[in-house]
């Protein structure tokens, strides 16, 4: 694989390098042009967008407004969009064209535009699986190289958010400012912890005192085991919860191409799971052969669990309810992992990387035109996102809560403090994101790291040492498949 990457960056430079390239166009505002090659039509630079699904927007589809569905539902809002379809246009003198590809079709078009130089679309819509080997081997043009530093890209993220991975100090993937953002926080059980004289831990965190001592403390004094049916201190799915710990404490697995799975505080997080697994036994025993039934708590036997928007408002074990669909009948609170011994309140994220992501591979014709033009036709809003509530509303005051929003509400069962924090937290969490891809590499029904999992820490059957030794080299072998 190695080989073939350097073939391909043999290729990719022969390929910027020919004189075939028309010189480039600047564009004001931003740094530099590079040339390229771009489609014209009627001397308008033909800015084309690819991803493997049919977008929805007129701008695309070649549809008419009254032919739209969602036009009915919200008529002015895509009235402005429209309407700034038809500036953008005019002030960079392009036309947009979108182009449909199917998943994998995606992945041949990039792969075949990199080898030629002559990208098939200028703007690509890829996941974040396939767009991180392009980003990693620098086959997109970086942001840091094509706009100025006081882009919105680094300073306000209102229109796009930008993805730089830890080993990399420039940005090559980007995302459209998202209107919710899917969170595996730490929920728990405030109508039980009330019960018990517990401070909410909300008012811990917001305090820095919401640490992985005194969680263990609450887990202890909130688990009953002579109950019907027994309560316990936590509960709720490892992976989750392992990535939530990992954050808190500062490391990862995964997230730069040397690995932190050998780490001292790596390690102490895996010893943190056997603590409350096998040491304090104050996690509810982990059930190998049911994996919904571990985040039950809708009956009010687990005060902490695995808690997300669709956790929340879905029923069975997996989704335990609390939300609009399925309410329950006690406050739930979410709050962040607390900090570990290795970690930082200040610097800690909190989320994992995730969904589709957009680049402009190298080749194309004057990326600094194509990135402005495609921002100022996103940001139909003008930098604000909360602009895109005054549309389609009857009275301004009175403005929709976003499903996420109603979410996080609903299960604070009228608690406006808690569910004001709720939400707080949540929007909190929700930006402060890094990469660790651990899930994916173990995953692969080929990888020889397929078994990894946390259940023999959790059933005593492997101490956090043994392991760390068992998955090593596999680990190793499988980071080599991503940092190429």
Same mark, same amino acid.
């Not at 009235?79 to 309407?83: N, P, Q």
């Not at 403390?217 to 202890?220: G, H, K, Q, S, V």
């Not at 259940?455 to 059933?459: A, E, L, N, R, Y």
């Not at 068992?470 to 190793?476: A, D, R, S």
């Given at each position: 694989?190695?080989k073939?990457?350097l073939?391909?960056?043999?290729?990719?430079?022969?390929?910027?390098?020919?004189?075939?390239?028309?010189?480039?166009?600047?564009?004001p505002?931003?740094?530099?042009?590079?040339?390229?090659?771009?489609?014209?039509?009627?001397g308008?630079?033909?800015?084309?967008?690819?991803s493997?699904?049919?977008?929805?927007?007129?701008y695309?589809?070649?549809?008419?407004?009254?032919?739209?569905?969602?036009y009915?539902t919200?008529?002015?809002s895509y009235?402005?969009?429209?309407?700034r379809l038809?500036e953008?246009e005019?002030?960079?003198?392009?036309?947009?064209?979108?182009?449909?590809t199917?998943?994998?079709?995606t992945?041949?078009?990039i792969?075949e535009?990199?080898?030629?130089?002559r990208p098939e679309?200028?703007i690509?819509?890829?996941s974040?699986?396939s767009?991180?080997?392009?980003?990693?081997?620098e086959?997109?043009?970086?942001?840091?190289d094509?706009?100025?530093?006081?882009?919105d890209m680094?300073t306000k993220?209102?229109?796009?958010?930008?993805?730089?991975?830890p080993?990399q100090?420039?940005?090559?993937?980007?995302?459209h400012?998202?209107?919710?953002?899917?969170?595996?926080?730490?929920g728990?059980?405030?109508?039980l912890?009330q019960?018990?004289?517990l401070?909410?831990?909300?008012?811990?965190w917001?305090?820095?005192e919401?640490?992985?001592?005194v969680?263990l403390?609450?887990?202890?004094k909130?688990?009953?085991?002579?109950a019907?049916?027994?309560v316990?201190?936590?509960?709720g799915?490892?992976t989750?919860h392992?990535n939530?710990f990992?954050r808190?404490n500062g490391t990862?697995?995964a997230g730069?191409?040397e690995?932190?799975l050998?780490?001292?505080?790596?390690?102490?997080t895996l010893?943190?799971?056997? /603590?409350?697994y *096998? #040491?304090l036994?104050?996690?509810r025993?982990? %059930? +190998?052969t049911?994996w919904?039934?571990?985040?039950?708590?809708?009956d009010?036997?687990a005060?902490?669990f695995?808690?997300?928007?669709?956790?929340?408002?879905?029923?069975g074990?997996a989704g335990?309810?609390?939300?609009?669909?399925?309410?329950?009948n006690?406050e739930?609170?979410?709050?962040?992992y607390p900090v570990g011994?290795s970690?930082d309140?200040e610097?800690?994220?909190?989320?994992?990387?995730?969904g589709?992501y957009?680049?402009?591979?190298k080749g194309?014709?004057?990326?600094?035109l194509?990135?402005?033009?495609w /921002?100022?036709? *996103? #940001?139909?809003?003008d930098?604000d996102?909360? %602009? +895109?509530k005054?549309?389609d509303?009857?009275?301004?005051d009175d403005l929709p809560?976003s499903?996420?929003?109603e979410?996080?509400?609903?299960?604070?069962?009228g608690?406006?403090?808690?569910?004001?924090n709720?939400?707080r937290?949540?929007?909190?969490?929700?930006?402060a994101?890094?990469f660790?891809?651990?899930e994916?590499?173990?995953?692969?029904?080929?990888?020889?790291?397929?078994n990894?999992?946390l259940?023999?820490?959790?059933?005593g059957?492997m101490?956090p040492?043994?392991f760390?030794e068992?998955?090593?080299?596999?680990?190793?072998n499988?980071l080599k498949?991503v940092?190429?």
């Open positions: 694989m190695r073939a990457t073939f391909l960056a043999l290729l990719l430079a022969l390929a910027l390098a020919s004189p075939a390239f028309a010189s480039a166009v600047d564009v505002g931003s740094p530099m042009g590079t040339p390229g090659q771009g489609k014209y039509d009627g308008a630079r033909v800015i084309r967008v690819a493997w699904y049919e977008y929805a927007w007129p695309f589809s070649g549809m008419e407004l009254d032919d739209l569905t969602a009915f919200s008529p002015e009235e402005k969009r429209y309407e038809k953008v005019e002030k960079y003198n392009v036309k947009f064209e979108f182009v449909r199917t998943f994998e079709g992945t041949i078009s792969d535009g990199i080898l030629s130089g679309a200028d690509y819509e890829v974040i699986q767009g991180l080997s392009y980003a990693l081997n086959y997109a043009y970086a942001l840091e094509i706009m100025l530093p006081d882009d680094f993220q209102q229109v796009f958010q930008g993805l730089r991975f080993s100090d420039k940005t090559y993937l980007w995302s400012y998202p209107e919710y953002i899917t969170v595996y926080m730490l728990f059980n405030w109508t912890l019960s018990k004289g401070e909410n831990p909300q008012d811990l917001d305090r820095g919401w640490t992985w001592d969680f403390d609450y887990c202890a909130l688990t009953d085991l002579t019907n049916p027994p316990y201190g936590f509960t799915f490892w989750n392992l939530g990992l808190s990862h697995i730069t191409p690995g932190g050998m780490s001292a505080a790596t390690g102490e010893d943190l799971f056997k /603590r409350m *096998v #040491d036994k104050v996690a025993p982990w %059930n +190998t049911d919904d039934s571990n985040n039950y708590y809708s009010g036997s005060a902490f695995t808690s997300a928007n669709w956790i929340l408002n879905d029923s074990r335990s309810g609390g939300g609009m669909d399925h309410p329950l006690f739930i609170g979410v709050v962040p011994p970690g309140k610097t800690n994220t909190h989320n994992s990387v995730d589709n957009f680049m402009i591979p194309v014709e004057d990326p600094a194509v990135y402005a033009a /921002r100022d036709l *996103v #940001d139909w809003y930098g996102h909360e %602009n +895109t005054l549309y509303v009857l009275d301004p809560l499903w996420n929003d979410i996080l509400i609903t299960a604070a069962l608690n406006e403090a808690l569910a004001e709720n939400l937290l949540n929007h909190l969490m929700a930006r994101i890094s660790d891809p651990w994916g590499l173990t995953s692969a029904a080929a990888s020889d790291t397929q990894f999992g259940s023999d820490i959790m059933t059957d101490t040492a043994q760390q068992t998955f090593k080299q596999p680990m190793e499988a498949t940092y190429k």
